[in-house]
């Protein structure tokens, strides 16, 4: 064969070997995106008391999730006053399965704020989606959804973080405050005045506890701006908590807070444990010392009798009384 030959030939099974190491990777590059995250209510309408089904695709696969009945909501605008507008009492938590999918019963409980009523579908950990179902709950009343204070938008830009640390009062017990700092950008296109967040703090699968706390300045569109928000546990608090800052019924960061074991209250306990008892015993010897003398004071002197009469206390003699020596008495010595 021609030298010309041999080289196509090895061109040739190049580009045949080539091709077949493409092909396995062409169906990879062309394989579906997993869509967004839904939520189905299995009535559209219920009354107070009753119970319907809440399900879901295309969630993280574990995630654990919080399920959540909201008045003052809509799918649209969200839980305008946030989780402290929901039934948070009578909440339940659904854990995702692994083909993305979630069912759970949720019992229809009166939220404390009025309808229009959405379920709210919450990520808890491993994912931090937030998908609202509208649901009308017969026999609840309804009102109009408050005036928005912005028509802006703001989303996180970076990761929050908490900030500060215990002191020695926490060690013994006293309430641990961290400081949630974030920063986040107003993507909107009207300025943001005044923005009112809700810094929730929750303990395992527990709903939030959440407060308000409003930050004082206007992010106009396309600004970004850092907040600082303060938030404290209870008193003696320690575990592993979550955190969470919320806007306009939307998650906008979540942070693990570990809380160490305010060791001081157990030294503190773990001496009053050993002191006190030390110290009854302590006061139990005195009182117990104190009879025993009183005691040994009130025994009767022995009385014995002898010539002088009956009811004369005489000393006992080293010897008795007719072998003792007198004055001029005789005695052996000197004589065999």
């Not at 959405?118 to 931090?128: E, L």
């Not at 020695?168 to 974030?182: D, E, N, Q, S």
Request: include cysteine; aromatic fraction near 4%.
């Amino acid at each position: 064969m021609r030298p010309a030959a041999r080289a196509r030939t090895a061109l040739a099974a190049l580009l045949t070997a080539l091709a077949l190491a493409l092909l396995p990777a062409v169906p990879a590059q062309a394989a579906p995106a997993a869509g967004d995250p839904t939520v189905a209510v299995s009535r559209n309408e219920a009354p107070k008391g009753g119970e319907i089904t809440v399900s879901g695709t295309g969630w993280k696969a574990g995630a654990l999730l919080m399920v959540l009945l909201c008045g003052q909501a809509t799918p649209d605008k969200g839980v305008v006053g946030g989780t402290n507008s929901c039934a948070n009492t009578d909440g339940r938590a659904a854990t995702v399965d692994p083909r993305g999918a979630f069912s759970v019963k949720l019992p229809v409980a009166a939220p404390p704020k009025p309808c229009p009523c959405v379920v709210h579908v919450s990520g808890v950990t491993g994912q931090q989606d937030v998908v609202d179902a509208a649901l009308a709950v017969t026999g609840h009343p309804t009102a109009p959804l408050p005036d928005a204070t912005g028509d802006g938008r703001l989303a996180v830009l970076t990761a929050a973080r908490l900030e500060g640390s215990g002191g020695v009062l926490t060690w013994f017990g006293a309430p641990p405050g961290r400081t949630v700092v974030l920063t986040v950008g107003n993507l909107g296109t009207a300025p943001v005045r005044d923005p009112v967040f809700l810094v929730g703090t929750a303990r395992g699968v527990l709903a939030p506890r959440d407060e308000e706390h409003q930050w004082r300045g206007t992010i106009k569109p396309g600004q970004k701006a850092r907040i600082e928000l303060d938030v404290e546990l209870s008193a003696g608090a320690h575990g592993d908590y979550r955190v969470s800052v919320s806007y306009g019924g939307k998650v906008l960061a979540e942070q693990p807070w570990k809380v160490g074991r305010p060791w001081g209250v157990v030294l503190f306990w773990a001496l009053l444990a050993v002191v006190v008892p030390a110290a009854l015993f302590r006061i139990g010897m005195v009182l117990v010392d104190r009879a025993g003398g009183r005691n040994r004071d009130s025994v009767p002197v022995p009385v014995t009798a002898d010539a002088d009469g009956p009811g004369t206390a005489a000393a006992l003699p080293w010897f008795l009384p007719d072998s003792a020596p007198y004055e001029n008495s005789p005695t052996t010595k000197g004589h065999s």
